[in-house]
Nanobody
Framework: QMQLVESGGRLVEAGGSLRLSCTASGLTFDGLTFDDYGMGWFRQAPENEREVVACVSHNNIGTSYALSVKGRFTISRDSANSTVYLEMGSLKPEDTGMYYC????????????????WGQGTQVTVSS
């Protein structure tokens, strides 16, 4: 089973920047590795449904962003370290929430809001 561990969440002032990291480990039972998976970042604010923030395809060619973060956030992946990043800029209070890393071999599934593997989340709080 793949394990995903997020880090980097903290309290930050509006207008500030933050970088989240998610490191993957383990192999699935069929021998797939990090490079076989599309990766995504999702977030959930209190009393809100979980939403897709950004996704990147397994081969790093395709990326997708929620309209609310487009132009402010950048997703990237580092195969050598099995890590996916979310660079967050011009942060707003509405970006507050628990941010989850997720992985799925189907990129379309990620973009659609589902995933096979999930991390435990890292909290981002943006103060006004």
């Amino acid at each position: 089973q793949m394990q995903l561990v997020e880090s980097g969440g903290r309290l930050v002032e509006a207008g500030g920047s933050l970088r989240l990291s998610c490191t993957a480990s383990g192999l699935t039972f069929d021998g797939l590795t990090f490079d076989d998976y599309g990766m995504g970042w999702f977030r959930q604010a209190p009393e809100n449904e979980r939403e897709v923030v950004a996704c990147v395809s397994h081969n790093n060619i395709g990326t997708s962003y929620a309209l609310s973060v487009k132009g402010r956030f950048t997703i990237s992946r580092d195969s050598a370290n099995s890590t996916v990043y979310l660079e967050m800029g011009s942060l707003k209070p509405e970006d507050t929430g628990m941010y989850y890393c997720a992985a799925d071999t189907e990129y379309g599934a990620l973009v659609g809001g589902s995933a096979k593997y999930w991390g435990q989340g890292t909290q981002v709080t943006v103060s006004s």
